[in-house]
C-alpha cells in the first residue's frame, strides 16, 4: 500500500455513510441497476434519480461518487450514452455553430446549384427564378425541361452575409454557460454509464475497507509520487520539532502556477490539468529522494527539504526553474505562459513551528514571490 495522493484525499470527501448505504442497499437487492435519466440541469445532462434517493446530492452530483465507486471496482458500468463537454468549463451545455468559412458568420442557409446546359452558367437556382419561370441569367434563355436544358448539380451552403458559396460549413461548439466555442476535437468526450454492484463491494464492506478508507489506496496516475497534505503535514511536524531541538536545518518551499485560472480559459481544463501533472512530475524528478513533495492545493505545490538551510535550498529552487523552463510546459504553452512562483522559509531561522512556516511561505510568495524562469537571481522570497 502506497502512501495516499491528493486524489485519495478527495475520494476521502466523497465516500460516506450514505455511499456505504447504497452499496448496502444494492447488494441487498433494495435497489436495482442505477440507470442515467436526462436531466438538462445536472452536471452532466444525466442524472442518477434511484442513486439519489440514498445519496441526497445536488445538479446530478451523484454521478462523481458512482464513477469512484466504479473506478474502485464496486459498482460494474454498462455504457449507456456520450456526452460532449466545453472544454474549458466542463459544461454539457453545448450548441452545435454552423458558419461561413469565409466570414465565420452563421447566416447561412442550404440551397441548390442550376446548371444551364446551353451556355454552360452555373449559379444560385434562386438567380434562375423569375416569375414563376426558370431564365438563365447569363443567357437569358428559357429552361423547361430538368435533363434537357438544364441539371441540378448539388446542394450547396450560401452564406447570406458575403455571398460565399461552399460545401461544408465550418462545424463548432458555442457553450452557452461560459459563452466560449471550441471545435469537435477539443470538446470532451464523457461516457455515461448505468451501474450495477460488484461482489467486491460486499468484500470491502465486511471489511471495513470502505469504512476506513483514508489509508485505502486509490488512485495511480501521473500524481501518485506525490504525498497528501496530511502525510506532509505529519513529516513536516517531526522535521520542525527536530530542527528547534537539535538545531539540524530544513527548508520549505511554496511553488505555484500563479496564473491557473487564465491558462484554465486559454487551453481548456484538460490541458491545465495536464501542465500540472508535468509542473508536478518535473518539480518532483529534480528533487533528491529525501525530499517531500506535496500537492498543496489546486494550483500549488509544497516542499520539504531535510538537512537544508537557505543556500542550499537555492540552489534546489534553481534546478526546478532551470527544468522547467526547458521543459515541453514552457515550449507548448506560449500564450499566456505558466507564470510559476516560489516562496521559501528555513527552520530554525525564520519560524518556530509548522503552523507558522506555512503562514510565513504563504505571506511570502504573495509579496515576494520568486518568478521561476525570469530570473536566475537567488532571493525566493527572503
Ligand atoms: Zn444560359
Ligand atoms: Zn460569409
Ligand atoms: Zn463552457
Not at 485505502?216 to 497528501?228: A, E, M, P
Request: proline share 4%.
Amino acid at each position: 500500500m502506497g502512501l495516499p495522493t491528493y486524489e485519495d484525499e478527495k475520494a476521502v470527501e466523497l465516500i460516506d455513510a450514505r455511499v456505504i448505504e447504497l452499496l448496502k442497499k444494492m447488494l441487498e437487492g433494495e435497489v436495482g441497476r442505477l440507470d442515467p435519466y436526462f436531466d438538462p440541469n445536472a452536471k452532466y445532462g444525466y442524472s442518477y434519480p434511484d442513486a439519489n434517493v440514498v445519496l441526497k446530492r445536488l445538479h446530478g452530483e451523484e454521478v462523481e461518487v458512482l464513477e469512484l465507486l466504479h473506478k474502485l471496482g464496486y459498482l460494474v458500468g454498462t455504457f449507456h450514452d456520450k456526452v460532449y463537454l466545453c472544454p474549458f468549463c466542463q459544461s454539457h451545455h453545448l450548441h452545435l455553430r454552423l458558419s461561413c468559412p469565409e466570414c465565420n458568420s452563421t447566416d447561412i442557409r442550404q440551397a441548390s446549384m442550376l446548371h444551364h446546359f446551353s451556355c454552360g452558367h452555373v449559379d444560385l437556382e434562386e438567380r434562375f427564378l423569375q416569375r414563376g419561370r426558370l431564365i438563365c441569367p447569363k443567357c437569358s434563355q428559357v429552361l423547361r425541361h430538368i435533363g434537357v436544358d438544364y441539371e441540378r448539380p448539388s446542394r450547396v451552403w450560401h452564406c447570406n452575409q458575403c455571398g460565399y458559396i461552399f460545401q461544408h460549413p465550418v462545424e463548432s461548439f458555442h457553450c452557452h454557460r461560459c459563452g466560449r466555442q471550441s471545435s469537435k476535437e477539443q470538446v470532451v468526450e464523457k461516457r455515461i454509464m448505468s451501474f450495477t454492484v460488484s461482489p467486491e463491494a460486499a468484500v470491502a464492506i465486511e471489511d471495513g475497507k470502505l469504512y476506513d478508507f483514508k489509508y485505502y489506496q486509490v488512485v495511480s496516475d501521473g500524481l501518485t509520487q506525490l504525498v497528501n497534505m496530511s502525510y506532509f503535514r505529519e513529516q513536516g511536524l517531526k522535521e520542525v520539532a527536530r530542527s528547534v531541538r537539535y538545531g539540524n536545518q530544513v527548508t520549505f518551499v511554496l511553488i505555484r502556477i500563479v496564473n491557473f485560472p487564465e491558462l484554465v480559459s486559454a487551453y481548456g481544463q484538460t490541458e491545465a490539468e495536464r501542465l500540472f501533472r508535468d509542473f508536478a512530475q518535473i518539480t518532483n524528478n529534480t528533487l533528491r529522494s529525501c525530499d517531500l513533495v506535496a500537492r498543496y492545493d489546486d494550483v500549488s505545490l509544497i516542499i520539504q527539504l531535510p538537512e537544508t538551510g537557505p543556500d542550499s535550498a537555492i540552489f534546489a529552487i534553481n534546478r526546478i526553474s532551470y527544468n522547467l523552463t526547458r521543459s515541453d510546459i514552457w515550449l507548448e504553452f506560449t500564450d499566456p505562459r505558466p507564470v510559476i512562483k516560489v516562496s521559501m522559509v528555513s527552520i530554525p531561522e525564520d519560524a518556530k513551528d509548522y503552523d507558522e512556516l506555512l503562514k510565513l511561505l504563504e505571506e511570502r510568495i504573495e509579496t515576494s514571490g520568486l518568478v521561476v524562469g525570469m530570473t536566475e537571481q537567488s532571493g525566493a522570497g527572503r
